[in-house]
């Protein structure tokens, strides 16, 4: 049903999620060098004429190895901006999912591997599963990894 690539990154995009919800990470912002326009309107009329909007961010999320599925080391960037329309293109059943699934008071995995069946276990129901995919799917590979990480 699902590749156990996109599982796995699943795994540790909720996880990242997750630590943001309950405070443990945050965004990392990007911040251009000045803000303010080159010419033109003095920055007083310029902050009340347009929209403040957010600064571009992004969750760094870590991916581990998983050696028996020929997984790889992987550093993804899920972008502040991608997460806030994926949320509002949900549905709001699956909304209502995933923010249960992030609003409980420990992380708990969304799939295992099992060494035995040498495959992913999943241990959450098909429909958050799917939401989880979708929105890991939205994550970009960074390449190299970030300087936070070494």
């Given amino acids: 049903m699902f590749e156990p690539l996109d599982l796995w990154r699943a795994q540790w995009v909720a996880t990242a999620l997750w630590r943001v919800v309950h405070g443990e990470a945050r965004w990392i912002t990007l911040t251009p060098e000045d803000p303010r326009p080159f010419s033109g309107a003095p920055a007083a009329s310029y902050a009340l004429t347009t929209r403040q909007a957010e600064a571009p961010a992004y969750l760094p999320v870590h991916v581990p190895p998983l050696p028996p599925l020929d997984i790889s080391r992987e550093h993804l960037r899920l972008w502040r901006s991608d997460y806030q ?9 699956e909304r209502q999912l995933l923010e249960a699934y992030l609003g409980r008071g420990r992380p708990s995995a969304i799939c ?3 060494h035995s069946a040498r495959r992913l276990q999943l241990h959450v129901p098909l429909d958050m599963a799917d939401v989880l995919v ?5 994550a970009t590979l960074d390449t190299p990894p970030p ?4």
Avoid: I, S
């Fill in 112 to 114: 295992t591997y099992n």
């Fill in 134 to 138: 979708r929105l890991t799917r939205l």
């Fill in 85 to 93: 329309a994926f949320l509002r293109r949900l549905h709001p059943a």
């Fill in 147 to 150: 300087p936070e990480v070494h």
